[in-house]
């Protein structure tokens, strides 16, 4: 398990709501403590921009990053708008799972932390998040109603194995940010990036949908309407919280560039690893589905005109005979060549197996 699972495991511990594992406490805080301290060095290394130092500064400095970003949008934001297959989506969904299944649970733990003037706009942005007390329009609910359309599990397990460090990262960060940060001025500040940036990012999610037809677009579709009035609840509690009991700016500039950041490496990950990952056919065997490579690691074979062993356990390769186990993708036999890479995939009717 790598660290930034096991601290993702202690944030969210199974089922939802239950206690944190208290053996998982010292591990999982201590690897966290060194990740922040370290990137958030490596951060103000990096920033070659004026630090704001008062608010209005950081308010035109938000607004100055955020231009750049969207004046040169990412190649990954047009995979995923204009040439992500259903089956790719259903990865890069697979991956943000951590996260839309989860929706907002992080925000809980800031709120006891706040000053009561900058409680009210956090607290309309979660209200929010909760569908405005209509469960149907729960934002993890419309998470799952999108994975269910994709006949995908809909439950958080399913998707904890396999996952890349950096979807973990993404999450991970908000339960730094509201539980252990030394000011809540750095979530405020990540919170202001965050809803700032999505009404723009989120634009290429809701194209795949259009083009891949899906009917549960509205994960995405609500979250391009909606968080352009919580990126101004964001600068309403920023406001607030500086009149109230003096903002620090250092900090909340830190944490916006955090959660960019940290957005950043999650998404080009996930599409780079969606986007080059080899085409896979499916083995079912017992119950269960195995994603295996459509090519043979030797030269290229047609795995799925090769020969499965009748119980599911090796497949042969019809050109040269190279013979592969499953699931662990050793090579058993044949000419010299990598192991294959087969994963497990889950359907919705193996949820929770
Ligand atoms: S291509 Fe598969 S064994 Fe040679
Ligand atoms: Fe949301
Ligand atoms: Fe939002």
Redesign the pocket.
């Known amino acids: 398990m790598s660290q930034q699972e096991l601290l993702y495991r202690y944030n969210h511990p199974l089922p939802i709501g239950a206690p944190s594992d208290r053996a998982l406490e010292a591990p999982a805080q201590a690897y966290e403590s060194t990740w922040i301290s370290e990137i958030l060095q490596q951060l103000e290394a990096e920033f070659r921009g004026e630090w704001p130092r008062t608010l209005a500064e950081f308010n035109t400095a938000l607004k100055a990053l955020l231009n750049s970003d969207q004046a040169s949008p990412s190649e990954s934001s047009r995979f995923v708008a204009e040439v992500a297959t259903r089956e790719q989506f259903r990865s890069i969904l697979s991956e943000y799972a951590l996260d839309g299944l989860t929706e907002a649970q992080a925000m809980f733990a800031i709120l006891p932390r706040l000053d009561l003037a900058s409680q009210a706009p956090v607290m309309r942005i979660l209200i929010d998040e909760f569908g405005c007390g209509n469960p149907a329009r729960v934002h993890s609910t419309l998470y799952a109603n999108l994975l269910a359309e994709l006949e995908m599990p809909t439950a958080l397990e399913a998707y904890l194995a396999d996952r890349c460090a950096e979807s973990f990262a993404f999450v991970n960060v908000y339960h730094w940010l509201t539980k252990r940060a030394p000011t809540v001025d750095y979530y405020l500040g990540a919170l202001a990036w965050t809803e700032a940036v999505i009404p723009s990012s989120f634009q290429s999610y809701v194209q795949a949908c259009e083009r891949l037809q899906l009917q549960h677009h509205q994960y995405f579709s609500e979250h391009v309407h909606i968080d352009a009035y919580h990126a101004r609840d964001a600068l309403l509690a920023l406001q607030k919280r500086d009149k109230a009991v003096g903002l620090n700016i250092r900090h909340a500039w830190l944490g916006a560039l955090l959660a960019r950041r940290l957005g950043d490496d999650a998404f080009l990950e996930i599409v780079r690893r969606v986007s080059t990952a080899a085409p896979c056919f499916e083995v079912r065997h017992g119950g269960k589905t195995w994603a295996v490579p459509l090519e043979?690691p030797?030269?290229?074979?047609h795995l799925s005109k090769g020969h499965l062993h009748p119980q599911g356990k090796t497949i042969t390769?019809p050109?040269?005979?190279?013979t592969f186990a499953i699931p662990s993708g050793q090579r058993l036999g044949?000419?010299e060549?990598p192991d294959l890479r087969i994963r497990e995939v889950k359907h919705a009717r193996e949820e929770g197996a």
């Open positions: 043979c030797h030269r290229g074979g390769c050109l040269h005979g190279a044949g000419p060549c």
